[in-house]
C-alpha cells in the first residue's frame, strides 16, 4: 500500500512528543512539520516516465477513489495493470492548451484551418479554455450548444460545424490519454440478443459494419487474445463471415452510443475506458458479472445465453430455422436443429396441413 499519513512520523525519533490529537490509548502518534496542514493522506507512485507522483487525500478509507486515499490506490493499480491508468494530472491540462496541440496534429486545407481556428477563437475557447480537459461535461456542452442557437442566433448548420470541431478535439484527447473514455455497455446486451453476435464479435464490432440503409451488421472481425493483449481478427471459420438482421432498437442504440461517444466510422463500438479492445476476462469480471447481480439474474447467466434469445425469438416468431441458423454463424444447420429444433414442434403440423392442402 503506498497511502502514508502526512500528519505523522514513520519513524519518531527519541525525545519526540505525542500528538495529543490522534493518539489513543497505547497508540502514539508523533507529529510531522505538516501535521494539521492541508490533506492528511498521501498517495505516491510513478508515472510512465519514472517519475514520483504525489495526491492528498482528506480521508483514507471510503469508497470514492476522488475523496479516500486507499480507493485511489486501488483504482490506478487496477487500471495501470490493465493498461489503463490515466494520470489526474494530466487531465487538469487546460483546454485551451490541447487544441493548438490537436490542430497541429491534423491535416487541413488552408481555408479549413482559418475556419476551425476562427470558431475555436470565437466559439469554443471563450466557452471551455480554462477548463481542465478532464473536467468538461455533457451537461455543459449542452448548455453551451444551445446559447450558440438562441443567444448568438448561429444557424444550425454553423452550430453543427463548431460542435464538429470541439468534439473531434475531445477525442483526440481521449485517444492521447488525456481523459478517460466513459463506455456504456448496455450496447453489447443488445448485440447479442437482438443480433446474435457472440461476445468476441459483439466486442470488435465496429461502426462502419452498421449499414442504417439496409438495415444489415456485417461480421467479418472479432476480438481474440494473443499473447495476453486483445486483437482483432478475422473469425475463424467461413460460416461466421456474415451479414446479421438489424431490428430497429438495436440501430437507434447504435446511432445513440455513437454520438454519446462522439464515434468516427471506423472505431470499434465498445472499448475500454482507455480506448483498449475489451478482454473476455476483463468483461466478465468487471462489468458483466456485477450486472447480473445488481438486476437480481443468475450468477450463472452468460453472454451466450443471449444469442440463444435471439435465436429463440426469432424461430418463436416462424423465421426459418435456416435463416436463424446463418445468421447465428454456424458451421452446420445441424448444430441449429440440435440446439433449438425443439423450439418448432409445429412444423410438422405445418407440413401435414400443406400437404392435405396440395394434395387433399
Known amino acids: 500500500m503506498s497511502v502514508s499519513d502526512r500528519w505523522h512520523k514513520s519513524k519518531p525519533r527519541p525525545g519526540d512528543v505525542p500528538c495529543k490529537e490522534h493518539s489513543r490509548g497505547n497508540v502514539k502518534l508523533y507529529p510531522t512539520a505538516e501535521h494539521l496542514r492541508g ?26 477513489p476522488e475523496t479516500c486515499a486507499e480507493a485511489f490506490d486501488a483504482q490506478r493499480r487496477a487500471d495501470e495493470a490493465r493498461g489503463e491508468w490515466i ?29 476551425y481556428e476562427g470558431h475555436l477563437r470565437n466559439h469554443i475557447v471563450p466557452a471551455f479554455g ?18 450558440l442557437q438562441t443567444i448568438k ?44 453476435l457472440r461476445q468476441g464479435e459483439a466486442f470488435g464490432l465496429a461502426l462502419d459494419r452498421v449499414d442504417a440503409e439496409s438495415g444489415m451488421i456485417t461480421v467479418n472481425q472479432q476480438v481474440v487474445v494473443v499473447d495476453r493483449r486483445p486483437v482483432l481478427a478475422t473469425p475463424k471459420t467461413s460460416a461466421s463471415l456474415r451479414d446479421v438482421p438489424m431490428p430497429r432498437f438495436v440501430m437507434r442504440a447504435v446511432s445513440a452510443h455513437a454520438d454519446q461517444l462522439g464515434l468516427d466510422q471506423g472505431d470499434v ?3 475500454t475506458p482507455r480506448g483498449t479492445l475489451l478482454r473476455r476476462d476483463y468483461y466478465n469480471r468487471q ?14 447467466t452468460t453472454f451466450h445465453d443471449l444469442r440463444h434469445t435471439f435465436a429463440s425469438t426469432a424461430l418463436a ?15 452446420s444447420i445441424t448444430t441449429t436443429v ?16 400443406a400437404l392435405d392442402k396440395a394434395f387433399g
Not at 516516465?49 to 470514492?64: I, L, T, V
Not at 462489468?287 to 450463472?300: E, G, N, Q, R
Not at 416468431?317 to 458451421?331: A, Q, Y
Request: aromatic share 10%.
Open 87 to 115: 494520470d489526474p494530472r494530466i487531465g487538469r491540462t487546460p483546454f485551451q492548451e490541447y487544441a493548438p496541440i490537436w490542430m497541429k496534429s491534423r491535416l487541413h486545407k488552408t481555408g479549413t484551418v482559418d475556419t
Open 269 to 271: 463500438l465498445c472499448r
Open 287 to 300: 462489468i458483466w458479472k456485477p450486472a447480473l447481480a445488481t438486476a437480481w439474474l443468475a450468477a450463472d
Open 153 to 196: 442566433g448561429l444557424a444550425p448548420r454553423t452550430v453543427e460545424t463548431i460542435y464538429v470541431i470541439f468534439a473531434s478535439i475531445m477525442r483526440g484527447a481521449v485517444r492521447d490519454g488525456y481523459i478517460r473514455r466513459t463506455p456504456r455497455y448496455a450496447l453489447l446486451v443488445l448485440l447479442g440478443a437482438g443480433a446474435g
Open 39 to 64: 490533506d492528511r493522506w498521501l498517495v505516491r507512485w510513478r508515472d510512465e516516465n519514472g517519475e514520483q507522483c504525489k495526491r492528498s487525500f482528506a480521508k483514507r478509507k471510503g469508497f470514492d
Open 130 to 147: 480554462r477548463f481542465g480537459i478532464a473536467s468538461i461535461r455533457p451537461t455543459m456542452v449542452q448548455q453551451w450548444i444551445k446559447d
Open 317 to 331: 416468431e416462424g423465421v426459418p430455422i435456416s435463416e436463424v441458423s446463418r445468421w447465428l454463424g454456424h458451421r
Open 338 to 353: 440440435d440446439l433449438y429444433g425443439h423450439l418448432v414442434p409445429e412444423a410438422s403440423g405445418r407440413a401435414r396441413d
